[in-house]
């Protein structure tokens, strides 16, 4: 099997890393550019990092993540499970289960656009005014959202950001993305929905500004800065997915206990 390691860059991290470069490699594994199987140890950051490292490869690749911090939604393997995850890879025989993708399009005044793939969420803020713009949906227009920002994310991101601005969490089985409002004005003049909203798998959003202001757009943990020449950022549920090694059942909802709720049945 060919196999990559992406670690968080710290001490613990990199050690495993180290360990568990030489077990697979002492079973005949090798390290490549290519991989089957990409491994991140760290965070569920490290994994947005993987995920991003080898986005060209997305279609080829499986995810796998182990925590060296708390437990994640992507990394759910401990340190300590490293003999057994190490076996089950081994195996080379194992299960995946896919989840669905964020599709962000950015259109330019010049004709230029841009695509981009996001695994949590991309936001779309102002910097030092009222965010301004016209929301289409399917082509219709919905509303004109005055604010901070808006927050498009992925089922699988809805435990991120998502969830921090009150949105609903989604189970990855749903191909869905999910719009939250950052501080909406909402009063006699001005109305937003103020509600999270799902678009299932074929239905787009369309963001219009209405005013040329800059825009700061970020998408899983890269920031940039989008300037006034944007006309639209539409986002979608994309048609590529990604596959993360399931090798024992955890369930989704078990996940969610654990990270926000607690560890054991009080
Ligand atoms: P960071 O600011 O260093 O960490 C953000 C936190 O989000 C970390 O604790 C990370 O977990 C956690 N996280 C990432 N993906 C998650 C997921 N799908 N479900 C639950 N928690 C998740 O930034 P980062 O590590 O580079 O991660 C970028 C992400 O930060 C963005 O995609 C965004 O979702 C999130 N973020 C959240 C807020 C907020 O909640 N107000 C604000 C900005 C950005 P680990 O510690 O396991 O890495």
Known sequence: MRFAIVE?????????????????????????????IVISIGGDGTMLQA?????????H????????????????????????LIHHLDGKQFEA?????????IDYADGSKNQLLALNECTIKSFNQTMVCDLSIRGDYFETFR?????????????????????????????????????????????TIGSPMLLPKHHDVEIRPVNPID???TYDHFASIVHQNVTAITCRVSN?????????????????RESFLAEERT
């Not at 001490?11 to 077990?23: F, M």
């Not at 995810?63 to 003999?83: C, N, Q, S």
């Not at 997915?241 to 078990?254: L, N």
């Open 61 to 84: 690749i499986t995810l796998v993540g182990i925590h060296t911090g708390h437990l994640g939604f992507y990394a759910d393997w401990r340190p300590e499970e490293m003999k057994e």
């Open 51 to 59: 995920f991003h490292t080898y986005l060209d490869q997305v279609e």
């Open 97 to 105: 289960v896919e989840y669905p993708l964020l599709e962000l399009k």
């Open 240 to 256: 590529q997915k990604v596959k993360f090694a399931r090798f024992r059942s955890f369930p989704f909802w078990k996940r969610v």
């Open 215 to 217: 825009f700061q757009l």
């Open 8 to 36: 968080r860059n710290d001490e613990r991290s990199r050690a495993l890393k180290n360990e568990l470069t030489s077990e697979l490699e002492q079973r005949g594994h090798v390290e490549s550019l290519n991989p089957e």
């Open 147 to 191: 604010g901070d920002g808006l927050c498009i994310s992925t089922p699988s991101g809805s435990t991120a950001y998502n969830k921090a601005l009150g949105g609903a969490i989604v189970h990855p089985a749903l191909e869905a993305i999910q719009i939250t409002e950052m501080a909406s004005i909402n009063n006699r003049v001005y109305r």
